[in-house]
């Protein structure tokens, strides 16, 4: 990610492109249409490295750093894929096995904002079998 920023005058009506994708801004000013090619993401679902603190997590920030920035998808690849065995080889739950490869097969086919829906998924089953203290990091 870059540290420059870029500010953009929001006016009703107005139409523009981020990245490819075809933004409007609704008549009054208040809400923004995407075209449905468009993917998304709000400050809900970023997450820095210091916030990778558990496996599911690791996983979420290689998925997004390859969702960010396509063009360094194997830059990514091996460390993401790193993590996945790593998950896989140390957890034996049913569901979360079935999530890593769900995520897998999306990152496999360039379904990166499914796979990130998945990882959060993940990183929610992950959090409250943490929180049951039934798993240790």
Do not use: W
């Not at 981020?18 to 709000?42: H, M, P, R």
């Not at 360094?72 to 993590?83: H, L, Q, V």
């Amino acid at each position: 990610m870059h540290s420059e920023t870029q500010s953009v005058a929001i006016e009703p009506g107005r139409t523009f492109i981020i990245n490819g994708a075809v933004v409007k801004i609704d008549d009054n000013g208040s809400s923004l249409k995407l075209d449905s090619t468009a993917s998304l993401l709000t400050e809900d679902h970023i997450l820095t490295e210091e916030q990778a603190t558990t496996p599911a997590k690791r996983i979420y920030l290689m998925l997004l750093s390859m969702h960010i920035n396509p063009g360094a998808y194997r830059t990514y690849y091996i460390p993401f894929m790193d993590r996945m065995i790593e998950f896989l080889r140390g957890c034996e739950i049913r569901e979360v096995r079935q999530g890593l490869m769900t995520i897998l097969k999306c990152v496999e086919s360039g379904r990166y904002s499914e796979a990130l829906e998945a990882c959060r998924a993940l990183m929610l089953f992950e959090s409250n079998i943490l929180q049951d203290g039934a798993v240790a990091q």
